[in-house]
């Protein structure tokens, strides 16, 4: 009966990893159509179209997929999704930008609203002055060395490299962003990602339970269909960023 009982929770496992990677394709899918929405629908000439089929990419999200989503916002019954922020504070004081993409503006701002104070935290208050608004390129650290990639940056017009022993991240203007990882692409291939972030100018140091609670904050966030990427200026210890996503 073991042996059952362990198949069952693979199988249960399994289910659950199936139903996040349909609800990833999904908001991959619906950031593309959107993408295409708002400007050409060709990734050479729309740097926002180009960078969504990158991550989308990222995520092995199939090639019909992606065409489908693309082919969706020409479309006449296209949803009309509006792109929304919130902003607000979470467990420990840390600050926190929510992107979302949404055709019922009241439904995810009450949505959202309701989970920031189910987790302690309060929508609301402006942070978005805590966060530089900036085109991220990353690369594995495989593809060159720090110099070699810090070279490659300066030269792409970029204004900040970060190399680790995992990945290069490189930084530059919004608006840049598709000239400079076109550049870098004829160097050292396609980036894993590209795409625009929110950079956190200082870190908010947190522990504890509100360490806990903010984790589970961030995933719920996270998990909601409308939402697209969830953004916090935390700093966190290795033992408890471990302990809390294991």
């Not at 999904?26 to 180009?50: F, M, Q």
């Not at 926190?96 to 959202?112: H, K, P, W």
Request: hydrophobic share 40%; glycine share 6%.
């Amino acid at each position: 009966m073991a042996g059952h009982s362990q198949f069952k929770n693979i199988m249960f496992r399994k289910g659950a990893q199936d139903a996040k990677r349909s609800k990833l394709f999904s908001k991959l899918g619906r950031e593309i159509t959107v993408a295409a929405k708002s400007g050409l629908p060709d990734p050479e000439h729309n740097a926002k179209l180009r960078a969504a089929i990158i991550a989308a990419r990222k995520e092995s999200m199939p090639r019909d997929s992606i065409e489908r989503a693309i082919k969706k916002a020409q479309g006449a019954d296209a949803a009309n999704y509006e792109e929304v922020r919130y902003e607000g504070r979470g467990p420990g004081g840390v600050a926190l930008i929510v992107e979302a993409l949404t055709d019922n503006r009241n439904r995810t701002a009450s949505d959202v609203r309701s989970l920031f104070s189910k987790y302690s935290g309060q929508m609301g208050e402006t942070v978005a002055y805590m966060f530089d608004r900036l085109g991220q390129i990353q690369y594995p650290a495989a593809t060159a060395s720090a110099d070699q990639m810090l070279d490659a940056a300066i030269e792409a017009g970029a204004d900040d490299c970060q190399s680790t022993d995992q990945t290069h991240d490189l930084f530059c203007a919004p608006d840049d962003l598709a000239e400079v990882a076109r550049a870098l692409e004829k160097r050292f291939g396609p980036p894993a990602s590209a795409k625009f972030v929110w950079r956190p100018q200082t870190g908010v140091p947190v522990e504890g339970d509100a360490a806990e609670t903010l984790v589970t904050l961030i995933e719920a966030l996270d998990d909601h269909d409308d939402v697209q990427t969830v953004y916090a200026n935390f700093e966190m210890s290795d033992a408890t960023m471990a302990k809390l996503t294991a």
